[in-house]
């Protein structure tokens, strides 16, 4: 169905809503409707000044001058609320409705559409064409003048039904449909025979849907809810289909790395570039007891499945939560929440072939024939996502005069089935201290401290030392250190992730008179890691937030606002250095 | 090596009634992102045999292939008038600069202007 169709049954669709609406004798009507020419002119690149505009783009190619227009119109009755709006900007690729009725209560509905063009960056890979012949490093885009763009669709609706006899029990449902079509650059690598770089224009017709379904009971006492999720993503285009280079070496030009590739020109053309396809269904199921005005305990349960279309590799996650709160004398509220996380990823094994060199000091033999200790090149996948994750939070929110006094502990256990020797645990202290809103000048003042025992780490990462600082006599890739021992061979471990981390966060609001207001904020982050072997990682953020609105009499208003953000990070560089 | 960037946005909007069914208001907002590494530095008395054709003193421009500088302006300046009966009409003009002050493969700097005129009716 094209967009002019799903315009046109969009107005039908709103004027059979709003028709029995209007003809109601006590209805009360309000809006706006207005059109006009508009006209846009772009000097330089769009890609940025206009990356979600449609700028100049007529219908047909650039034309600057396009008709627009809005309406809006809300229809109150006794029984009835109708809110009905839409945008157009004369070009189809931008524009957006939305519907929402209210029937007593009873029946509530919301239907939106909305499109708008995202102009994406052309590569023209001019920085990659190295002149050192005959070894180098080439770049070719094969659509210089391409225009990469993509046109996102989304349309969402979501219902609501409520029994009048039975107030207390609820439906509800959810579609929503993403859609992006256009093309964007895509790229593929050959190596060997030159390093070479290519990209060429990938067409993109995705669709995503989302389906959600949801019943609720709730009595005031008691509530419970089940909720189901599907997700379901299908591609139109789904790869590139290129063919690789030669394979071979890049100075000699002679065939004899062919038991150091898995595939190159001889196998034709393969896919490249591919994008995400699969589905996810999520089931959720949630409950509450209020045991009288001051306790009351709150549990979830979800199970979801998420899946690969092209491999049928799946990912099982399943949580389950649980709240406890309750009020002491004065007020002083205790909250309790325990939280289990299980994820489960599939391994999977990744059988890779070992094609024997045709030519050279390795013809008829394997790379794992001709080095022994390198061993097999097909592996079982374990998965680093596998992991239990365990959460425990206590918090004490005690008021005095009108203020009040929050605080917080959390603990948190990430126990990883085949990642690293020992669980990530950490642990989470806050306080703050928040004034009475009510007051001319308000605000709140929060610290928090968390400390980290074995965080993610990428071990091995970075540093090998200097194996080989010589070149092999006579000059050959086949005898000296191959590129598997010197990734073997590396020293430091790497981590941007944090054994400690201080946070403060101040804000405030100032109103010293009717006719103005001022709100401000400062929040600032300091993290390290300084347990790694060989260097330290840290990072600092500030952020800074204020603003103004000021009315000095009844026909002006101003509003203003700042807004800084500083960020500074340090860890260790390397660069590793080989010829061969 | 570190890794430093700052962001900047202000925005500032006003409206005036000189007379009654007229409103004439200006809305502006600037945003402004820096970002860039530096401190790459290397001891060539630690560096053990140098590759053929590698230059070593190349490495200390490294940071230049990641060094951001983005201004982006954007005003929009108009007015609405009213009448009785309902009719208003209303019109602006919007100007959007994006300068990029750290060009690299391509400069994508560009401007935007824009002029609208509209005729409505409010029931």
């Given at each position: 169905?094209?967009?002019?169709?799903k315009?046109s049954?969009?107005?039908?669709?709103?004027?059979?809503?709003?028709?029995?609406?209007?003809?109601?004798?006590?209805?009360?009507?309000e809006?706006?409707?207005?059109?006009?020419?508009?006209f846009?002119?772009?000097?330089?690149?769009?890609?940025?000044?206009?990356?979600?505009?449609?700028?100049?783009?007529?219908?047909?190619?650039?034309?600057?001058?396009?008709?627009?227009?809005?309406?809006?119109?809300?229809?109150?009755?006794k029984?009835?609320?109708?809110?009905?709006?839409?945008?157009?900007?004369?070009?189809?690729?931008?524009?957006?409705?939305?519907?929402?009725?209210?029937?007593?209560?009873?029946?509530?509905?919301?239907?939106?559409?909305?499109?708008?063009?995202?102009?994406?960056?052309?590569?023209?890979?001019?920085?990659?064409?190295?002149?050192?012949?005959?070894?180098?490093?080439?770049g070719?885009?094969?659509?210089?003048?391409?225009?990469y763009?993509?046109?996102?669709?989304?349309?969402?609706?979501?219902?609501?039904i409520?029994?009048?006899?039975?107030?207390?029990?609820?439906?509800?449902?959810?579609?929503?449909?993403d859609?992006?079509d256009?093309?964007?650059?895509?790229?593929?690598?050959?190596?060997?025979?030159?390093?070479?770089?290519?990209s060429?224009p990938?067409?993109?017709?995705?669709?995503?849907?989302?389906?959600?379904?949801?019943?609720?009971?709730?009595?005031?006492?008691?509530?419970?809810s089940?909720?189901?999720?599907?997700?379901?993503?299908?591609?139109?285009?789904p790869?590139?289909?290129?063919?690789?280079?030669?394979?071979i070496?890049?100075?000699?030009?002679?065939?004899?790395?062919?038991?150091?590739?898995?595939y190159?020109?001889?196998?034709g053309?393969?896919?490249?570039?591919?994008?995400?396809?699969?589905?996810?269904?999520s089931?959720?199921?949630?409950?509450?007891?209020?045991?009288?005005?001051?306790?009351?305990?709150?549990?979830?349960?979800?199970?979801?499945?998420?899946?690969?279309?092209?491999?049928?590799?799946?990912?099982?996650?399943?949580?389950?939560?649980g709240?406890?709160?309750?009020?002491?004398?004065?007020?002083?509220?205790?909250?309790?929440?325990?939280?289990?996380?299980?994820?489960?990823?599939?391994?999977?094994?990744?059988?890779?072939?070992?094609?024997?060199?045709?030519a050279?000091?390795?013809?008829?033999?394997?790379?794992?024939?001709?080095?022994?200790?390198?061993?097999?090149?097909?592996f079982?996948?374990?998965?680093?996502?596998?992991?239990?994750?365990?959460?425990?939070?206590?918090?004490?929110?005690?008021?005095?005069?009108?203020?009040?006094?929050?605080f917080?502990?959390?603990?948190?256990?990430?126990?990883?089935?085949?990642?690293g020797?020992?669980?990530?645990?950490?642990?989470?202290?806050?306080?703050?201290?928040?004034?009475?809103?009510?007051?001319?000048?308000a605000?709140?003042?929060?610290?928090?401290?968390?400390?980290?025992?074995?965080?993610?780490?990428?071990?091995?990462?970075?540093?090998?030392?200097?194996?080989?600082p010589?070149?092999?006599?006579?000059?050959?890739?086949?005898?000296?250190?191959?590129?598997?021992?010197?990734?073997?061979?590396?020293?430091?471990?790497?981590?941007?992730?944090?054994?400690?981390?201080?946070?403060?966060?101040?804000?405030?609001?100032w109103?010293?008179?009717?006719?103005?207001?001022?709100?401000?904020?400062?929040?600032?982050?300091?993290?390290?890691?300084?347990?790694?072997?060989?260097?330290?990682?840290?990072?600092?953020?500030?952020?800074?937030?204020?603003?103004?609105?000021?009315?000095?009499?009844?026909?002006?208003?101003?509003?203003a606002?700042?807004?800084?953000?500083?960020?500074k990070?340090?860890?260790?560089?390397?660069?590793?250095?080989?010829?061969? | 090596?570190?890794?430093?960037?700052?962001?900047?946005t202000?925005?500032?909007?006003?409206?005036?009634?000189?007379?009654?069914?007229?409103?004439?208001?200006?809305?502006?907002?600037?945003?402004?992102?820096?970002?860039?590494?530096?401190?790459?530095?290397?001891?060539?008395?630690q560096?053990?045999?140098?590759?053929?054709?590698?230059?070593?003193?190349?490495?200390?421009?490294?940071?230049?292939?990641?060094?951001?500088?983005?201004?982006?302006?954007?005003?929009?300046?108009?007015?609405?008038?009213?009448?009785?009966?309902g009719?208003?009409?209303?019109?602006?003009?919007?100007?959007?600069?994006?300068?990029?002050?750290?060009?690299?493969?391509?400069?994508?700097?560009?401007?935007?202007?824009?002029?609208?005129?509209?005729?409505?009716?409010?029931?």
């Open positions: 169905m094209n967009h002019l169709m315009s049954l969009l107005v039908l669709l709103l004027l059979m809503v709003a028709g029995p609406v209007l003809a109601a004798s006590d209805t009360k009507t809006g706006e409707i207005a059109v006009g020419p508009r846009t002119d772009v000097d330089g690149k769009k890609d940025r000044v206009a990356e979600y505009d449609i700028a100049d783009d007529g219908a047909h190619g650039d034309a600057g001058f396009l008709p627009a227009g809005w309406a809006h119109m809300t229809v109150m009755s029984k009835l609320f109708l809110e009905l709006s839409a945008a157009h900007t004369g070009n189809s690729k931008q524009q957006a409705y939305r519907v929402y009725l209210d029937a007593a209560r009873v029946f509530k509905t919301e239907f939106a559409y909305n499109r708008f063009p995202h102009r994406l960056d052309h590569d023209p890979l001019f920085n990659l064409d190295a002149s050192q012949v005959p070894v180098k490093v080439i070719d885009d094969l659509a210089p003048a391409h225009d763009r993509i046109a996102y669709t989304n349309i969402v609706s979501r219902s609501e409520r029994i009048p006899e039975a107030d207390w029990l609820k439906f509800q449902f959810t579609y929503r449909r859609e992006r256009g093309a964007m650059q895509g790229f593929h690598i050959s190596h060997c025979a030159t390093c070479h770089v290519v060429l990938h067409e993109v017709e995705e669709n995503t849907n989302h389906i959600t379904g949801t019943v609720a009971m709730d009595n005031g006492t008691f509530g419970a089940y909720t189901i999720y599907y997700r379901d993503t299908e591609q139109g285009n790869a590139l289909f290129r063919t690789y280079d030669l394979a070496h890049p100075g000699l030009l002679t065939d004899v790395f062919t038991n150091r590739t898995f190159d020109q001889r196998n053309e393969l896919p490249v570039h591919q994008l995400g396809q699969g589905s996810k269904v089931h959720t199921g949630k409950a509450h007891y209020n045991f009288n005005d001051r306790s009351s305990v709150a549990g979830a349960i979800i199970y979801s499945v998420a899946d690969s279309d092209y491999t049928g590799l799946e990912m099982t996650s399943k949580y389950y939560s709240r406890f709160t309750t009020m002491f004398q004065r007020n002083i509220v205790f909250n309790a929440r325990i939280r289990y996380t299980d994820l489960e990823n599939d391994v999977t094994f990744v059988d890779l072939p070992q094609r024997p060199g045709v050279g000091p390795h013809a008829g033999i394997t790379y794992s024939q001709a080095y022994p200790d390198f061993g097999d090149t097909s079982t996948r374990f998965s680093s996502l596998d992991r239990n994750n365990t959460d425990l939070e206590l918090d004490l929110k005690i008021p005095w005069q009108r203020h009040r006094f929050t917080e502990y959390a603990f948190r256990n990430i126990d990883r089935e085949y990642y020797n020992d669980a990530t645990k950490k642990h989470q202290f806050t306080a703050a201290f928040r004034s009475d809103p009510r007051r001319s000048f605000g709140h003042i929060i610290y928090k401290a968390e400390f980290s025992e074995n965080p993610f780490v990428n071990f091995q990462a970075a540093i090998a030392p200097a194996l080989q010589f070149p092999t006599v006579p000059e050959s890739p086949f005898p000296g250190v191959q590129y598997y021992e010197i990734y073997e061979a590396r020293q430091a471990n790497l981590s941007n992730q944090p054994t400690d981390i201080h946070n403060i966060d101040l804000a405030g609001s109103k010293p008179r009717n006719d103005v207001g001022i709100h401000f904020s400062y929040n600032y982050r300091d993290s390290k890691n300084d347990d790694l072997n060989y260097s330290d990682w840290s990072q600092s953020i500030h952020h800074f937030n204020a603003n103004l609105w000021y009315v000095p009499e009844e026909h002006v208003s101003l509003t606002g700042f807004n800084y953000s500083q960020y990070s340090e860890t260790l560089f390397t660069q590793p250095v080989w010829n061969g | 090596m570190d890794n430093e960037g700052e962001f900047f202000a925005f500032a909007n006003i409206y005036f009634m000189p007379v009654e069914n007229l409103t004439i208001f200006a809305e502006f907002w600037a945003n402004n992102a820096t970002q860039k590494m530096g401190n790459i530095s290397l001891d060539l008395n560096v053990e045999g140098t590759p053929h054709n590698f230059d070593y003193l190349m490495v200390e421009a490294l940071g230049k292939l990641s060094e951001l500088d983005v201004m982006q302006l954007r005003g929009r300046y108009g007015m609405e008038y009213s009448f009785k009966s009719l208003f009409i209303k019109g602006y003009f919007e100007h959007i600069q994006y300068d990029d002050n750290q060009p690299y493969l391509f400069d994508a700097t560009g401007d935007l202007y824009r002029v609208a005129a509209f005729a409505g009716y409010r029931f």
